[in-house]
């Protein structure tokens, strides 16, 4: 492949955790954020054990373990996939409602392991239908969610969708 000017690539420390909404803007006010150059490259400070990259562009993203990097040193992108859907409510579009995709991760639940979480919406248009971008790879849940206050409370609740309502492309 050819370099990737413009990454945004930040490093992960064991039982940290991060998240990145709409696939390109990270959350993790602890870790290291820079941006790859004209060549694709970007460095680090020099750190102590293993670790996690997360690296994201508008064509794609990686997370690589340290392991890995140091073995080849290079960190592939992989391309995003998008998802295309029509929410209907019976037999008819249903507008406005608010959609989220969510990773099916299998979490080891080992507190020392680093974990990404994606957090991916859209809204349905006037014909009830939406498109998620920057979706990683892999199984996805595709939900309906319904935001309630309950007194002083803010709640989510989400309902899965049917997978045949989707048309998901890579």
Not at 40 to 52: I, M
Not at 109 to 122: H, I, M, Q, T, W
Request: hydrophobic residues 35%; contains cysteine.
């Amino acid at each position: 492949g050819k370099p990737a000017m413009g990454t945004k690539a930040v490093i992960l420390e064991p039982g940290r955790g991060l998240q990145v909404n709409d696939g390109m803007d990270f959350y993790a006010p602890d870790s290291k954020q820079v941006t790859a150059d004209a060549d694709g490259l970007c460095s680090f400070p020099a750190g102590n054990g293993s670790f996690k990259l997360l690296a994201v562009s508008e064509s794609g993203y990686a997370q690589t373990p340290s392991a890995d990097i140091i073995k080849t040193g290079t960190n592939k992108l992989s391309a995003w996939a998008t998802i295309h859907g029509t929410l209907m409510r019976g037999s008819k579009p249903w507008p406005n409602q608010k959609i989220t995709a969510s990773l099916n991760e299998n979490w080891t639940g080992d507190p020392n392991e680093s974990r990404v979480f994606f957090a991916l919406e859209a809204t349905t248009g006037p014909d009830g239908s939406f498109t998620i971008n920057h979706v990683p790879s892999g199984p996805v849940i595709v939900a309906r969610r319904l935001d309630m206050q309950v007194g002083r409370f803010f709640m989510t609740q989400q309902s899965q969708l049917e997978k045949t309502n989707l048309d998901e492309k890579l």
